[in-house]
């Protein structure tokens, strides 16, 4: 047995290479490989090829009238995994799956050709007739729903659509679908519905929340739907990568106190990762108090962007994206210096030097009074700090020196 198992490989090797020879002239070129066309006779008949990363093989199939059909190439062990691929008599591609495909073809010329996704060897290939149901069967009423665009980014939203196709003639009385979709992944808002059920309907929604939401619509004053279209919309954010299958399976009545279930397709909506890229720039310059300073950098929103504590002698550099912003510069008792920045991407802004004026002890951007009353409620104590302007732990007179030499100034002062 073994003898006669060896001597049928040796044959059907043989077969192959005698092949390969017979179909070269027409053979047409893909990548490196040769594309050999094979002889392909009879329906659900198994025959045998062998592919390569060199060799593809095409095999020939002539309908005479429209066909449904799977193609099969089964490898016959090892490490081989076959590509099926549907072209037309031009060599266009129509379809591919890997391993199989199913199809529905009108009469005319066509190839299939197989491939090696991986490793290379004999396989065994089948086509077959199958019976495809007809989605648009105008007997069949159905809903659908499809996202525009069907790829979006996080952050980004893309719109949904959900329909009812293929209406009886006495048409629909009320709706109502049950949505499903990834909650952690997408988040659903905005639910508006048309007036495919007549102008001013009655609606209803419940959600969205969970992973779902219902909505239901009835045609009001006796309206009902009696054509293909658009029930409701709906947006859909994506909050992070990856893809949630929306389905909205609806239930009909046709005003008679009964609901019907219909078939649902459903759509898949896939959220990638956009990657940003943010170009920095860094802004340094020196701000002059005797106390420590903070440097902060706002954007147009007033959002606090960056800060950073200037080092003792005041002098500081921080790093941000590149944008415009105002920079403020503060220290505890002294009005603060605020001004515009721009910030250039891959490059360093130095902003002028300011001093900041003290005596601003109760941080209302006026140096007055009030100010000066809390240094005599405080004196020759340490606290609050506000109060002790030249930081050496003492409140007393020198300390309303300094702000007798700013007294009734305002802030913010300007930073150029």
């Avoid at 005319?108 to 290379?120: E, H, I, L, R």
């Avoid at 603060?336 to 300011?354: D, I, Q, R, Y």
Wanted: proline share 5%.
């Amino acid at each position: 047995m073994m003898k006669f198992k060896s001597h049928m490989q040796i044959l059907v090797a043989l077969v192959m290479l005698l092949g390969f020879a017979g179909g070269i002239q027409g053979a047409q070129a893909q990548s490196s490989a040769v594309v050999v066309v094979r002889d392909l006779t009879y329906w659900d008949a198994t025959y045998t090829g062998y592919v390569d990363a060199n060799r593809f093989e095409e095999w020939p199939v002539v309908f005479t009238a429209a066909e449904d059909f799977t193609v099969t190439a089964a490898p016959d062990g090892g490490s081989l995994t076959t590509l099926v691929v549907l072209k037309d008599a031009t060599g266009t591609e129509i379809a591919r799956g890997d391993g199989a495909l199913t199809s529905s073809q009108p009469a005319g010329n066509y190839f299939v050709q197989v491939q090696p996704v991986t490793g290379s060897g004999f396989y065994h290939f089948t086509i077959r007739r199958v019976e495809i149901e007809d989605p648009t069967d105008p007997q069949t009423p159905s809903a659908s729903a499809s996202a525009n665009p069907v790829s979006i980014k996080v952050g980004e939203t893309s719109t949904v659509s959900v329909s009812l196709n293929n209406l009886p003639a006495e048409g629909y009385a009320s709706a109502e679908f049950s949505c499903t979709y990834e909650m952690n992944g997408v988040e659903v808002n905005a639910i508006t519905f048309t007036d495919l059920f007549g102008a001013d309907p009655a609606t209803a929604v419940n959600g969205p929340a969970g992973g779902g939401f219902i909505a239901a619509v009835a045609g009001s004053n006796g309206r009902k739907a009696t054509t293909t279209g658009v029930v409701f919309t709906f947006d859909v954010k994506g909050l992070q990568t990856g893809t949630t299958v929306i389905t909205c399976v609806p239930r009909v009545s046709k005003g008679d106190n009964t609901l019907t279930t219909l078939d649902a397709v459903s759509v898949t909506l896939t959220v990638t990762d956009e990657v940003v890229v943010v170009e920095n720039a860094t802004l340094t310059g020196q701000v002059f108090a005797g106390k420590p300073v903070t440097v902060s950098l706002y954007d147009a929103a007033n959002i606090l962007v960056k800060t950073v504590v200037a080092n003792p002698d005041g002098s500081f550099s921080l790093t941000a994206p590149a944008g415009t912003y105002t920079a403020t510069a503060e220290a505890s008792g002294f009005l603060a210096a605020e001004g515009p920045v721009t910030l250039v991407a891959n490059e360093t802004s130095v902003k002028a030097a300011v001093t900041l004026p003290a005596g601003d002890i109760d941080g209302n951007d006026v140096i007055d009074q009030f100010d000066a009353m809390t240094i005599g409620m405080n004196y020759n104590a340490s606290q609050p700090a506000s109060a002790d302007l030249n930081n050496d732990g003492v409140i007393n007179v020198l300390d309303l020196e300094l702000l007798a030499s700013n007294y009734r100034l305002t802030g913010p002062v300007v930073w150029p």
